[in-house]
């Protein structure tokens, strides 16, 4: 089973930068997709952008413009957080994804972020 470990969350301001990391215990090269998921208080997990492996990135309408994620051929998917709102605060994570859009490994214990004024 193959650990992820995210990191880089905190308290920002609104209009603010973060830059978050995931970190997983096998090499991600060959993984199709890796993708990072948030879940705001008192609401469902949900998918925020997934970096595929032939380069391409996808990201979820709210984000669009302000965030971008990248991964390296190694072991880590990063998540760039431009121009943060309040609507961004939630737990950050990020998990492999298949082609029929499942999740593949157990969760990390996520990266909280927290944008307040």
């Known amino acids: 089973q193959v650990q992820l470990v995210e990191s880089g969350g905190g308290v920002v301001q609104p209009g603010g930068t973060l830059r978050l990391s995931c970190a997983a215990s096998?090499?991600?090269?060959?993984?199709?997709?890796m993708a990072w998921f948030r879940q705001a208080p008192g609401k469902e997990r949900e998918l925020v952008a997934t970096?595929?492996?032939?380069?391409?990135t996808y990201y979820v309408v709210s984000v669009r413009g302000r965030f971008t994620i990248s991964r390296d051929n190694g072991y880590m998917t990063y998540l760039e957080m431009n121009n943060v709102t309040p609507d961004d605060t939630g737990v950050y994570y990020c998990?492999?994804?298949?082609?029929?859009?499942?999740?593949?490994?157990?969760w990390g214990q996520g990266t909280p972020v927290t944008v307040i004024s």
């Open positions: 998990n492999r994804v298949l082609e029929n859009g499942k999740t593949v490994y157990s």
């Open positions: 096998e090499n991600i090269r060959s993984f199709w997709g």
């Open positions: 970096a595929y492996n032939n380069g391409v």
